[in-house]
């Protein structure tokens, strides 16, 4: 594990600036604060910064060739490096290291840019062939490693973060308005596109492949199109193989010649993993746990269950308010952009807790996209079967009506209002926008953007579903199998981006077995029947737990990592946020109607409306400006 970024100038006469690429490296020196390392030749530059997992002897990078032509960089684990090492020695192809990153030298040697096709685990990577003046880059299947780049007639400057990219002189820190309406709707943008106008993302299962022309070929090498089974395979079959497999993929996982912990929330997921971890080491883990003082959102409680089940040694972190607060601008620094959820500040604090104790943690993350484990995608199984029905009994200006009653409805509890908003009387079942990403994304939707966003800034708020809507109008098979896959595509890669910048944002490297991707394939092919039942998911996981963990775990209602922040911005600590959103320098950004911000508080503080993830979202996007654009010293991250 380690943070990567480098440059290729398109003139082969320009050398690249030493000062400049150290700049960009030392940005990301979070990321591997155990060695760095340069290769620098005439035009191109090559930098890392090293968090030793394996080969803590040998593994120092960039590391070329055996004739010192093609050198890499790389962010990742191969958990299957072993394998591929052995078949490449026997290939002639002569090793100096034990590390997984001179395999994928060799690989590349080897087979060009389908090396990608014989990596199993996480990766984003470089490499420059100076023997056909060509950088190849390239970025794991399902994007648990980040890789950003910036291409312009001059130059390619790439990183594991943007602000490594901002770090070089000839880029500047500029907001890409042209997301705006995806983020307000969803929080993240599903696209090559960033915050940052100019800086764009390397997609998961993508290659880029770059000469000095500056002529850019970007592949996709793998894509979840697998149709489930189709033949009626007893439930069994997937159980018993999905088990199997998980095991084998939590087994491969715990390579590494450095400590090694699970995250534990409590939840299934994670207590899985804990439990099969527990299986194959064959003695006490390191386990660890965050929650809050506030009972109704820690899970805690079912954590230290859990680890008293497995007899792990186990360790807890509370975060308050104020802890919350006052670390959240030097966390959107180390996330690049606004937080989506609210729980990546809690993930970075138990990421802090455990850098105390190992260097490499296992997390839950993954199975719910997988296997259907959000209740939204069996609420909307059924809500998709109802609406069928309620449209068939009653025309559309009468479905209109009672629409806008319930959603206008002050005499109605707040608690009863957000239940109704998420059924097929509140939505309108001829939108998917509305019916779906409305009803379980969207902070904002299309109409309250219109109200929101100032006129003058030329942006369609239908912008917001474009990327989301590619996805889905891509994907096939059965309703679950589509909101599955979309989900992969859009959500899961904001996940874990957030789960890989807040645990290098501590310096410690987190793995997620559950994406194993052969492991993902074999769940592609599941019937949607066996997944859900009424209003719950993720039965074959459920199944396959037994044995591992008590029955009150495995059948517990899922929280889903909570937070408090709806009771925090119901109190006094809204003060100070409405005092942010409201300030003369906020609202002179002219990005939103001051009366519309105005509104929107005055209906949250009264409790007429709850709009606690719309502030949650504008608070972020005021926060990461202040950092990244104005570059504010008051916010500016600290250590």
Not at 182 to 205: C, D, H, I, Q, S
Request: proline share 5%; net charge neutral; charged share 25%.
């Amino acid at each position: 594990m380690c943070g990567i970024c480098g440059v290729l100038n398109f003139d082969r006469f320009q050398a690249v600036d030493p000062q400049a690429l150290e700049a960009m490296n030392a940005r990301i020196v979070h990321r591997g604060p155990d060695d760095a390392g340069f290769y620098v030749a005439e035009n191109v530059g090559l930098a890392m910064r090293r968090l030793s997992i394996i080969d803590l002897a040998t593994g120092h990078q960039p590391i070329c060739n055996e004739d010192g032509a093609v050198w890499i960089v790389f962010n990742g684990e191969i958990y299957n490096h072993q394998e591929l090492r052995s078949h490449l020695e026997a290939r002639g192809h002569r090793y100096r290291t034990r590390s997984d990153t001179e395999t994928i030298l060799h690989l590349y040697e080897e087979y060009g840019r389908d090396c990608v096709q014989r990596l199993r685990g996480m990766f984003a990577f470089a490499i420059w062939d100076a023997r056909s003046r060509r950088l190849f880059c390239a970025r794991d299947r399902l994007g648990i490693k980040p890789f950003y780049y910036h291409l312009s007639p001059e130059r390619f400057l790439f990183g594991s973060e943007i602000k490594a990219l901002l770090a070089h002189p000839a880029l500047k820190a500029e907001f890409n308005r042209s997301v705006l309406p995806e983020y307000l709707a969803f929080g993240y943008v599903a696209n090559e596109e960033t915050f940052f106008r100019g800086v764009r993302k390397l997609m998961p299962g993508h290659t880029l492949e770059l000469d000095e022309t500056g002529q850019a070929h970007l592949e996709r090498y793998w894509d979840l199109s697998i149709p489930p089974d189709e033949d009626h395979k007893p439930r069994k079959y997937y159980v018993e193989n999905y088990r199997q497999m998980l095991e084998q993929a939590v087994s491969s996982h715990l390579m590494s010649d450095v400590p090694l912990g699970v995250f534990l929330s409590g939840g299934l997921d994670s207590s899985v993993v804990a439990a099969l971890t527990t299986k194959l080491r064959r003695s006490p883990i390191e386990t660890f746990s965050v929650g809050y003082a506030e009972a109704a959102y820690s899970e805690l409680p079912f954590a230290q269950a859990v680890a008293s089940h497995l007899g792990s040694v186990h360790h807890e972190v509370r975060v308050g308010w104020n802890d919350f607060m006052e670390a959240l601008p030097r966390l959107i620094w180390h996330e690049d952009e606004p937080i989506v959820w609210p729980s990546s500040v809690s993930l970075y604090f138990v990421a802090r807790l455990a850098r105390q104790r190992v260097t490499v943690v296992l997390t839950g993350e993954g199975s719910d996209e997988t296997l259907a484990g959000y209740t939204r995608y069996a609420w909307t199984l059924w809500n998709a079967r109802l609406d069928r029905i309620y449209r068939g009994l009653l025309p559309a200006g009468m479905r209109g009506f009672v629409r806008h009653r319930l959603d206008e409805a002050p005499w109605m509890p707040l608690a009863l209002q957000r239940r109704l908003r998420h059924t097929f009387l509140t939505r309108d079942g001829a939108s998917w926008p509305s019916f779906y990403f409305d009803n379980f994304y969207s902070a904002f939707t299309e109409q309250a953007q219109q109200e929101l966003l100032a006129d003058d800034l030329g942006l369609a708020p239908s912008a917001a579903y474009r990327n989301s809507l590619a996805y889905w109008e891509q994907s096939s098979g059965d309703l679950l199998h589509r909101l599955l896959y979309t989900d992969i595509k859009t959500y899961l890669v904001e996940l874990l981006m957030k789960q890989d910048n807040m645990s290098m944002a501590a310096s410690i490297e987190s793995r997620v077995p559950f994406l194993d991707h052969v492991l993902v394939e074999f769940t592609a092919r599941i019937p949607a029947s066996y997944s859900t039942r009424k209003l719950a998911g993720k039965f074959i996981l459920k199944e396959a737990a037994q044995g591992l963990l008590p029955q009150s775990i495995i059948y517990r209602k899922k929280m889903g990592f909570p937070t408090p922040l709806r009771g925090w911005l119901a109190g006094s600590q809204l003060d100070a946020v409405e005092k942010l959103l409201l300030e003369p320098r906020s609202l002179e950004w002219g990005l939103f109607k001051p009366e519309a911000l105005r509104k929107l508080l005055a209906e949250h503080r009264a409790g007429a409306r709850d709009h606690y993830e719309r502030i949650w979202r504008l608070m972020n996007l005021e926060i990461w400006r202040r950092v990244f654009i104005d570059r504010d010293p008051a916010y500016a991250p600290t250590a």
